[in-house]
């Protein structure tokens, strides 16, 4: 990528420690974005029984599933993800139409800005129009306002959904960013020292 375009890229997907930032500049990226790692510290706001969640995981803990935001993202496995990946592929009709009922009400927006986005995501992700409405229905249908703030702000492990890369295999403290960004930048460095030293 960093061949074809004249934008600095920033690496992205799996990334939390020296190695990997040393790897990403070595490709030429400029630097990495990290996401499980950073929602895995002192800072953030995460419910503390979910942050445990996470550094109990394995990369063989998660789950890609269409059902949480209309495309395939990736997180931790639980009963709520269980329960959508178990469901029949073709929901009924009026399951659909009920959650996006449900989605419409919720958001406040008018039909047409609610379509227009199913139909941009549908080219975008060649996915089904019905996952929006299978989302809301599954959220709604258990009282909630949504699974992503179930899980990181209400602390519901089981039936909130939790976003993870597999990098959640490869956590096992809860540093301060701080400590983080020191830790990765300070273990680039003499990574790519022994690097030089072993080529001369």
């Given amino acids: 990528m960093v061949d074809a375009v004249k934008v600095p890229v920033v690496a992205a997907g799996g990334f939390c420690d020296a190695r ?8 030429g990226a400029e630097g990495i974005a990290m996401g499980t790692r950073f929602a895995i ?7 503390d029984n979910i942050k445990q969640t996470y550094l109990k995981a394995s990369e063989n803990d998660t789950v890609i599933t269409p059902y949480v935001t ?8 639980n009963k709520l993800t269980d329960l959508l990946e178990s469901e029949p592929q073709g929901l009924p009709v009026i399951r659909t139409i009920k959650g996006m009922l449900e989605m419409r ?7 047409w800005k609610l379509a227009g986005s199913a139909l941009k995501m ?10 929006m409405g299978e989302l809301a229905f599954a959220s709604f249908e258990t009282g909630s306002k949504g699974k992503l703030p179930q899980a990181l702000i209400e602390g519901d492990g089981e039936m909130g959904f939790m976003p993870s890369g ?3 295999g490869r956590l096992n403290d809860i540093p301060t960013c701080n400590e983080l960004i020191e830790r990765i930048v300070y273990g680039t460095e003499e990574i790519l020292e022994q690097v ?3 080529i001369r």
């Fill in 20 to 27: 990997g930032l040393a790897a990403a500049l070595v490709m």
């Fill in 41 to 47: 510290t002192k800072e953030s706001p995460v419910p």
């Fill in 70 to 77: 209309g495309t395939r993202c990736r997180g931790l496995k």
């Fill in 105 to 111: 009400r919720s958001f406040n927006v008018p039909w």
């Fill in 122 to 131: 549908k080219q975008a992700y060649e996915v089904r129009l019905s996952g």
């Fill in 166 to 168: 597999q990098v959640c």
């Fill in 196 to 198: 030089r030293s072993s």
